[in-house]
């Protein structure tokens, strides 16, 4: 089994930054990309970021030029650097994992909560 721990969310103001983490663990037997994804409150879960394992990076529109997502390979560990933050980013933030067999992990989530 892959457990997923996120960690980094909290409450700011618009127009400052936060770094989430998500740490992957367990029967890791290799990984296609890894991602994270977003839900706000009566919205759909939408992705935010996803980063391949050949470390192609894509970004949801409302997203490009603020945030940045990364990995370390050693680490089993993807990042999301979110700068400029808006309230319209409030959301929480959940992390996936897509093993080479294409089965999705996720993890339990993490509140970030922008206010204007």
């Known amino acids: 089994q892959v457990q997923l721990v996120e960690s980094g969310g909290g409450l700011v103001q618009a127009g400052e930054s936060l770094r989430l983490s998500c740490a992957a663990s367990?029967?890791?037997?290799?990984?296609?990309?890894m991602g994270w994804y977003r839900q706000a409150p009566g919205k759909e879960r939408e992705l935010v970021a996803v980063?391949?394992?050949?470390?192609?990076?894509n970004y949801a529109d409302a997203v490009k030029d603020r945030f940045t997502i990364s990995r370390d390979n050693a680490k089993n560990t993807v990042y999301l650097e979110m700068n400029s933050l808006k309230p319209e980013d409030t959301a929480v933030y959940y992390c996936?994992?897509?093993?080479?067999?294409?089965?999705?992990?996720w993890g339990q989530g993490t509140q970030v909560t922008v206010s204007s």
């Open positions: 980063i391949t394992r050949g470390g192609s990076r």
């Open positions: 367990g029967a890791i037997f290799g990984i296609n990309a």
């Open positions: 996936k994992l897509r093993d080479p067999w294409n089965t999705n992990y």
